[in-house]
Protein backbone atom coordinates (compact mmCIF):
# COMPACT_ATOMS: atom_id res chain seq x y z
CA UNK A 1 0.00 0.00 0.00
CA UNK A 2 0.93 3.57 -0.98
CA UNK A 3 0.17 6.57 0.87
CA UNK A 4 0.84 9.93 -0.97
CA UNK A 5 0.88 13.78 0.35
CA UNK A 6 0.88 16.73 -1.82
CA UNK A 7 1.98 19.87 -0.90
CA UNK A 8 4.09 23.20 -2.00
CA UNK A 9 0.78 24.71 -3.77
CA UNK A 10 -0.78 28.44 -2.91
CA UNK A 11 -1.49 31.90 -4.43
CA UNK A 12 0.90 33.25 -7.72
CA UNK A 13 0.57 35.32 -10.41
CA UNK A 14 0.33 34.34 -14.11
CA UNK A 15 4.15 34.23 -14.89
CA UNK A 16 5.12 32.77 -11.43
CA UNK A 17 6.33 29.45 -10.56
CA UNK A 18 5.80 27.05 -8.16
CA UNK A 19 7.58 23.33 -7.06
CA UNK A 20 4.78 20.98 -5.70
CA UNK A 21 5.89 17.71 -3.81
CA UNK A 22 4.94 14.65 -3.21
CA UNK A 23 5.79 12.57 -0.19
CA UNK A 24 5.41 8.58 -0.48
CA UNK A 25 5.14 6.11 2.06
CA UNK A 26 5.02 2.58 1.37
CA UNK A 27 7.96 0.08 -0.18
CA UNK A 28 7.27 -0.09 -3.50
CA UNK A 29 7.41 3.25 -4.49
CA UNK A 30 10.40 2.85 -6.52
CA UNK A 31 9.12 0.84 -8.72
CA UNK A 32 6.33 2.91 -9.16
CA UNK A 33 5.72 5.23 -12.29
CA UNK A 34 4.35 8.17 -11.15
CA UNK A 35 2.04 10.75 -12.17
CA UNK A 36 0.94 14.19 -11.61
CA UNK A 37 -2.72 15.13 -12.70
CA UNK A 38 -4.83 17.89 -11.98
CA UNK A 39 -8.38 19.06 -11.59
CA UNK A 40 -10.22 22.26 -12.18
CA UNK A 41 -13.35 23.84 -10.72
CA UNK A 42 -16.20 22.16 -12.98
CA UNK A 43 -13.94 19.68 -15.19
CA UNK A 44 -13.16 16.18 -14.76
CA UNK A 45 -9.16 15.18 -13.49
CA UNK A 46 -6.80 15.54 -16.13
CA UNK A 47 -3.17 14.07 -16.66
CA UNK A 48 -0.31 16.18 -16.24
CA UNK A 49 2.76 14.51 -16.29
CA UNK A 50 4.90 11.10 -15.53
CA UNK A 51 8.22 9.93 -14.81
CA UNK A 52 9.68 6.35 -14.81
CA UNK A 53 10.99 4.78 -11.83
CA UNK A 54 14.50 5.79 -12.84
CA UNK A 55 13.64 9.28 -13.78
CA UNK A 56 14.62 8.51 -17.20
CA UNK A 57 11.85 8.64 -19.05
CA UNK A 58 8.71 11.76 -18.48
CA UNK A 59 5.91 12.56 -20.44
CA UNK A 60 3.83 15.64 -20.49
CA UNK A 61 0.30 17.01 -21.83
CA UNK A 62 0.55 19.08 -24.19
CA UNK A 63 -0.86 21.82 -21.95
CA UNK A 64 2.16 22.04 -19.90
CA UNK A 65 5.03 21.14 -22.24
CA UNK A 66 7.76 23.15 -21.99
CA UNK A 67 6.80 24.95 -18.66
CA UNK A 68 6.52 21.98 -16.17
CA UNK A 69 9.30 19.66 -15.12
CA UNK A 70 8.22 16.16 -13.16
CA UNK A 71 11.23 14.90 -11.33
CA UNK A 72 11.62 12.75 -8.54
CA UNK A 73 13.83 11.64 -5.95
CA UNK A 74 13.70 7.52 -4.97
CA UNK A 75 16.19 7.98 -1.71
CA UNK A 76 13.10 10.90 -0.37
CA UNK A 77 10.26 8.81 -1.65
CA UNK A 78 9.31 11.70 -3.23
CA UNK A 79 8.40 13.28 -6.67
CA UNK A 80 8.07 16.76 -7.67
CA UNK A 81 6.32 19.12 -9.70
CA UNK A 82 8.31 22.57 -11.05
CA UNK A 83 6.01 24.98 -12.57
CA UNK A 84 6.79 27.55 -14.07
CA UNK A 85 5.18 30.38 -16.30
CA UNK A 86 1.89 29.54 -14.51
CA UNK A 87 -1.18 30.58 -16.60
CA UNK A 88 -4.83 31.43 -15.56
CA UNK A 89 -5.74 28.09 -16.73
CA UNK A 90 -3.41 25.90 -14.48
CA UNK A 91 -5.26 26.65 -11.49
CA UNK A 92 -6.54 23.36 -10.00
CA UNK A 93 -6.41 20.87 -7.33
CA UNK A 94 -3.25 19.21 -8.33
CA UNK A 95 -2.43 15.22 -7.49
CA UNK A 96 -0.13 12.72 -7.64
CA UNK A 97 -0.81 8.97 -8.10
CA UNK A 98 0.88 5.94 -10.05
CA UNK A 99 0.74 6.15 -13.68
CA UNK A 100 -1.76 4.74 -14.75
CA UNK A 101 -3.53 6.04 -11.42
CA UNK A 102 -5.14 3.87 -8.80
CA UNK A 103 -8.78 4.71 -7.23
CA UNK A 104 -6.71 3.95 -3.80
CA UNK A 105 -3.98 6.02 -4.21
CA UNK A 106 -5.86 9.48 -4.69
CA UNK A 107 -4.72 12.08 -2.07
CA UNK A 108 -6.17 15.05 -1.03
CA UNK A 109 -4.03 17.33 -3.63
CA UNK A 110 -2.48 20.89 -3.45
CA UNK A 111 -4.43 23.72 -4.06
CA UNK A 112 -2.98 25.79 -7.08
CA UNK A 113 -4.21 29.57 -8.37
CA UNK A 114 -3.08 31.52 -10.94
CA UNK A 115 -4.10 35.09 -10.76
CA UNK A 116 -4.15 36.98 -13.89
Known amino acids: QVQLLESGGGLVQAGGSLRLSCAASGRTFSSNVMGWFRQAPGKEREFVAAISWSGGMTIYADSVKGRFTVSRDNAKNTVYLQMNSLKPEDTAVYYC?????????WGQGTQVTVSS
Open 97 to 105: NAYPPRQDY
